[in-house]
Nanobody, 121 residues
Framework: QVQLVESGGGLVQAGGSLRLSCAASGRTFSRYAMGWFRQAPGKEREFVAGISWSGGRNYADSVKGRFTISRDNAKNTVTLQMNSLKPEDTAVYYC???????????????WGQGTQVTVSS
């Protein structure tokens, strides 16, 4: 089982930026895909971005061009750089890990505790 710990959430004004980080342990980090999901109040959890073991990336349409996911296999970390933030980006953001090298939104089985991101208008 992999353990995931997120950090970097907070309050930011619309148009601003935040960088989320996730530290992973308990599994060979370089051999599985990682991702970020979010859940806004009253809504279901949704996929935000994913990165394969080799660095291939995919994004939700709502964040394309604004968010960037990256990973550092030497440090067992995955980050989500969020730019041009909008109030609708407000949510709890979760780091996730898959057992697969490359994963679609339904392929993640381990989750962090979440970090709050609030974007004010």
């Amino acid at each position: 089982q992999v353990q995931l710990v997120e950090s970097g959430g907070g309050l930011v004004q619309a148009g601003g930026s935040l960088r989320l980080s996730c530290a992973a342990s308990g599994r060979t980090f370089s051999r599985y895909a990682m991702g970020w999901f979010r859940q806004a109040p009253g809504k279901e959890r949704e996929f935000v971005a994913g990165i394969s073991w080799s660095g291939g990336r995919n994004y939700a349409d709502s964040v394309k061009g604004r968010f960037t996911i990256s990973r550092d296999n030497a440090k067992n970390t995955v980050t989500l750089q969020m730019n041009s933030l909008k109030p609708e980006d407000t949510a709890v953001y979760y780091c996730a890990a898959s057992v697969f090298l490359t994963a679609g939104p339904g392929d993640f089985d381990s989750w962090g505790q979440g970090t709050q991101v609030t974007v004010s208008s």
